[in-house]
């Protein structure tokens, strides 16, 4: 009953071909609307069945970042019809609507975020976040000259997105191994990062090492600035759930032969980890910059009806 376009962007999320919180989420919609599309089904109930199905098979992918749920969640909650044609079109609407509030939501975020950074600040980034390059973004657009440390982020070098993306902003970059983080704080104005979620208690969830870094960055006095649309927002941890941390594979950190000369030892290889809302001065959303502490505030607002889990209702 899954379409292929669904099958292939669950595979290439899983393989993170297809990563970073709000691209997920985006390709998570856009596989739906696929499904809707290509849909056969003979009535309402086979077609809300269908995309159910699609929807599980999108969630199993991975599990930390929360943008991903609150996508499907809000494809699969405003289905509206009859008919099946009925569906279909509001599926294709829901889709369509969740891109632009994604897009609208980075830009108005990029403009809170540079408001925080003044003409000629160097910032240390961490992995590749569009919500954090938004910020850097509107900055350049404001005239201002913005400087980047960009850090590798190991295993998977996501640094290298950031400094691709950044040098095509023509904005110039310092790339630095993840263990020379501390020694160049001394040289940054802020630390900027994304999140894959964020918790009620105004903890941030991003890519491992972040926490480290911002540790770091509050001994030295740097200010850390966590750029995180709302679509971010964990509502699960309203109540009290944790966010689950992803494992991936032991290759991703040693080869084959590296693994076998070593004689096999066991290896850990988390993707996220947690930094506590005490070492994050300021989370940016697309609502406005919130101490962490506060953040809960608005998770309420928009969450505060608490979550389903729309894929697992018959
Ligand atoms: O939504 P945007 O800001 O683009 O990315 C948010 C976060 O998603 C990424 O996770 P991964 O690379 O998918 O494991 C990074 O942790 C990044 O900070």
Request: aromatic share 4%; hydrophobic share 40%; with cysteine.
């Amino acid at each position: 009953m899954v379409n292929e376009d669904v099958r292939s962007t669950a595979e290439d999320i899983a393989e993170m071909e297809i990563r970073g919180a709000a691209t997920i989420a985006r390709a998570a919609a856009d596989a739906l609307e696929s499904q809707a599309r290509a849909s056969d089904a003979s009535d309402p109930a086979a077609f809300r069945a269908e995309m159910r199905e699609a929807a599980r098979h999108l969630r199993d992918t991975r599990p930390t970042a929360v943008s991903l749920p609150n996508s499907l969640r809000y494809v699969l909650r405003n289905l509206d019809g009859e008919t099946v044609a009925t569906l279909r079109a509001s599926a294709v609407d829901a889709a369509e609507s969740f891109r632009d509030q994604l897009d609208r939501a980075q830009d108005d975020l990029g403009e809170i975020g540079a408001n925080r950074l003044r003409d000629g600040d160097v910032v240390m980034t961490h992995c590749h976040s569009t919500d954090a390059l938004a910020c850097v973004k509107a900055a350049i657009d404001d005239g201002k000259h913005i400087e980047a440390v960009v850090k590798e982020t190991r295993p998977r070098k996501q640094g290298h997105i950031t400094a691709e993306q950044l040098r095509d902003w023509d904005v110039p970059v310092t790339m630095i191994v993840d263990n020379a983080g501390r020694r160049y704080l001394d040289e940054v104005d802020h630390v900027l990062v994304g999140a894959d979620s964020i918790a009620a208690d105004g903890s941030v969830i991003n890519k491992v090492g972040t926490s480290m870094l911002a540790v770091s960055a509050r001994e030295r006095g740097v200010p850390v600035m966590v750029a995180a649309q709302t679509l971010k927002l964990h509502p699960d941890t309203l109540t009290g759930h944790t966010v689950e941390i992803e494992m991936r594979d032991e290759t991703e950190v040693l080869s084959d032969d590296d693994r076998e000369r070593l004689g096999s030892p066991d290896v850990e290889n988390p993707a996220f980890d947690v930094t506590p809302p005490r070492y994050v001065d300021a989370i940016v959303t697309e609502r406005g910059q919130f101490p962490p502490e506060s953040i809960v505030t608005l998770m309420r607002e928009l969450y505060g009806d608490g979550t389903t889990e729309p894929w697992t209702e018959d």
